[in-house]
């Protein structure tokens, strides 16, 4: 029986979200290296954070998550005052869609983009616009000339998933200051930890009030499972989205976690260093064995293949062996597999499996 009620229009748009696979049906010992998650989990000191908040269980968290934003402003010099944090950077990005953007305007990425930025545009009633990459990087040009009157935001995750290229500031910077009036540029910062030496955009987005910054704690932080995302930008941007963000929209143990998280910059600064190194043997391998990839500066690489089904077939493989990638055909890229860098052995069994598949060995 169907009820006869109706969705909002672009509602029904919407192609349900697919996270990496977790699990190869009838094996418990598979290898995941689909969702870019961090090799070596969380920090200790997060752990005993996430510990210590059972005790607290029975108290409603704060409403203002004002310790969390302290600290965030003191690791990364901000006005913690221009600081909103969510349920991951997913419910940041939904915010700004829901505050700004409605039926007849328009949301521009690129043709590689992040996946969140389609939904929530439809989901708050808005029209995407995809524009072209170069060679699988963002083309500030291309994105300038699809900007018009009905542009309210530019999302531009920098480095970007799933290609693991960027762009520099002064790229960024050119695009801020190109946009039409009453747009914004937003910046996804998912992976900017992974990048010695960037800030994200922070700077950017303190200096020019149309740059908004957004950051996770999913990615370098090991804390995908735990949700927790943050935003940053003009003052009067955040008291917009703070009239709708939900007043315990984040727990006590997801706001303590968090806390001790940021404030543990050196196991920030040992997995970036990790990730570089087994970066590196990641992609030299799989080029040694025909299998090129772009330069990425995040945790992953996006191996390219001859063709979708060389691709797709290299995948079957990998599961059959246990070790479960990300497809990216839902990225506009159906001949290239994106592949986390994990721990060391994780890197060099799939570069293994890999060689032997383009071999013809599988
Ligand atoms: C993983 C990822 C995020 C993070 O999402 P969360 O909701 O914070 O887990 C945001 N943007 C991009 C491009 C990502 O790959």
Redesign the pocket.
């Known amino acids: 029986m169907a009820s006869s009620i109706k969705p909002q229009p672009g509602i029904m748009e919407i192609a349900l979200y697919q996270g990496g696979q977790a699990h190869v049906p009838g094996r418990t010992d598979a290898i995941k290296l689909s969702s870019?998650e961090n090799p070596f989990g969380a920090s200790d000191k997060a752990r005993e954070a996430f510990s210590r908040a059972v005790h607290s269980l029975h108290r409603y968290p704060n409403t203002d998550h004002a310790s969390l934003r302290q600290a965030i402003g003191d690791v990364h010099g901000l006005d913690p005052a221009r600081i909103i944090c969510g349920v991951?950077?997913?419910?940041i990005i939904h915010f700004l869609c829901q505050a700004y953007v409605g039926p007849r305007d328009e949301v521009v990425f690129t043709e590689h983009g992040?996946l969140?930025y389609r939904i929530s545009t439809y989901a708050a009633g808005g029209t995407p616009v995809s524009v072209p990459e170069r060679e699988r990087t963002t083309d500030v040009d291309a994105i300038l000339a699809a900007c018009t009157k009905k542009t309210k935001l530019v999302f531009i995750?920098n480095p970007?998933?799933p290609t693991g290229t960027m762009i520099g500031l002064a790229e960024l910077e050119r695009l801020a200051n190109g946009l039409p009036k009453g747009a914004l540029l937003v910046v996804?910062g998912?992976?900017a930890e992974y990048v010695e030496g960037y800030d994200g955009g922070a700077e950017l987005a303190t200096r020019l009030p149309n740059v908004f910054m957004?950051r996770?704690f999913?990615?370098i932080y090991g804390l995908?499972g735990l949700?927790i995302?943050w935003g940053y930008g003009a003052q009067d941007v955040i008291d917009v989205l703070n009239r709708i963000r939900g007043p315990f929209n984040l727990s006590t143990a997801q706001l303590e976690t968090a806390e001790a998280a940021v404030r543990d910059q050196d196991y920030v600064k040992k997995c970036r260093d990790e990730n570089m190194r087994l970066r590196g043997i990641l992609a030299e391998a799989l080029a040694e064995k025909g299998v090129p990839s772009d330069t990425s500066t995040a945790n992953f690489v996006l191996a390219r293949f001859g063709s979708a089904e060389e691709a797709e077939a290299c995948d079957d493989y990998l599961k059959s062996e246990g070790i479960i990638v990300r497809r990216v055909g839902g990225y506009n890229l159906p001949h290239c597999l994106r592949i986390t860098v994990g721990d060391e052995p994780s890197c060099r069994r799939v570069a293994h499996l890999i060689g032997v598949f383009k071999a013809g060995g599988a």
């Open positions: 870019n991951g950077s997913d419910e992040f969140m995750a970007n998933n996804d998912a992976y957004t996770t999913s990615k995908g949700r995302g």
